[in-house]
């Protein structure tokens, strides 16, 4: 019996790949960067499944392309980058890998926090340019986190991993997300918010709700114009949920006191680009799940969606269940 034909967009751990790569014809892309867009479209004219990252932009040309796709792999949480209704209406279930990465973002999230608070990067490049010539009483000073103000926007399965860890900081912690969460905020301590009032009473604002029509430019230059001007925004989101230029304002006029990145937008930003050079934005390259641990896991979980969804059954992480009553 021929094996199905997949495409793996990149190299990814290789619990992932192996046995891929045992039960398909596997092609992987094997370039550092994401195969350009003709690869794509030429890559799934003959591709029973794709085994995709966020970095890919399967839309509805692609999945249109693809006329013996069964299913679509991601290996990530997010799935903004994939048409899922031109997916769904071609009968194709879409997977992804939620719940994995939760830990692992909220602790790089309290990293970003804590870094940009306590003016971490700025200290090492402070040491490594030599300037470090006594102890300063007024050196560096930066934020107090103990007992200071936390605003979560989005109090999903991250937004709630951090509340926890805020709990260890006496932290007031403020919510905001479109379903109100009672369970949580009895269970966490939490309390709701409306967005105005959050950003205005938070010495911290951390993103993470989704990227959609709702969350794009939420944090634009009138909701950073309604933070503390001491306030520090912190996203390991989504890049567009902000709006970037309006940040570099507000980084470089003092409307806010600093910024902490694990995305942005563009992603990649080039090095050249001012929030780069801004002392008081720190900008790392889209990290917050990248553990060995995690990483396995999430290469894991998107070989067994690809793998069931070849078999045709239904995918354990599945990012459009409607195709399934669709089909039915």
Request: proline content about 8%.
């Amino acid at each position: 019996m021929m094996k199905p034909v997949v495409f793996v967009t990149r190299r990814i751990p290789e619990v992932g790949l192996s046995p891929v790569r045992e039960a398909c014809q596997m092609r992987l892309w094997e370039g550092e960067l994401p195969p350009p867009k003709d690869v794509l479209l030429r890559e799934v004219a003959d591709c029973d499944g794709l085994l995709c990252l966020l970095t890919d932009p399967i839309d509805a040309e692609v999945i249109a392309a693809g006329a013996r796709l069964r299913v679509i792999s991601q290996m990530a949480v997010g799935v903004d980058n994939i048409d899922l209704k031109a997916a769904t209406a071609r009968g194709i279930p879409v997977g992804h890998t939620p719940g994995v990465l939760t830990e692992a973002t909220a602790d790089f999230t309290f990293a970003l926090l804590m870094a940009a608070a306590r003016r971490v990067p700025e200290g090492v490049d402070y040491v490594r340019a030599g300037k470090w010539r006594t102890w300063e009483p007024m050196g560096l000073l930066g934020m107090d986190i103990w007992q200071a103000t936390l605003g979560i926007i989005g109090l999903g399965r991250i937004g709630a991993a951090v509340a926890r860890r805020a709990r260890g900081f006496a932290m007031r912690i403020l919510y905001y997300d479109p379903a109100r969460r009672p369970d949580l905020e009895a269970e966490l301590g939490v309390e709701y918010a409306e967005l105005d009032d959050l950003l205005a009473q938070s010495d911290f604002v951390t993103l993470h709700c989704p990227l959609n029509a709702e969350t794009y430019h939420l944090i634009d230059e009138r909701a950073l114009r309604r933070m503390k001007p001491t306030a520090i925004l912190i996203n390991a989101a989504r890049g567009p949920v902000v709006d970037t230029a309006a940040l570099v304002r507000a980084l470089s006029e003092g409307w806010i006191r600093a910024a902490a990145l694990d995305v942005t937008d563009p992603e990649p930003i080039p090095p050249d680009h001012p929030l780069v050079s801004l002392p008081n934005c720190v900008v790392v390259p889209h990290i917050a799940s990248a553990t060995v641990a995690t990483r396995e896991r999430m290469a894991t979980m998107a070989a067994e969606n690809l793998l069931a969804g070849l078999r045709g059954e239904r995918l354990p992480y599945c990012a459009n269940p409607d195709v399934y009553t669709a089909r039915a």
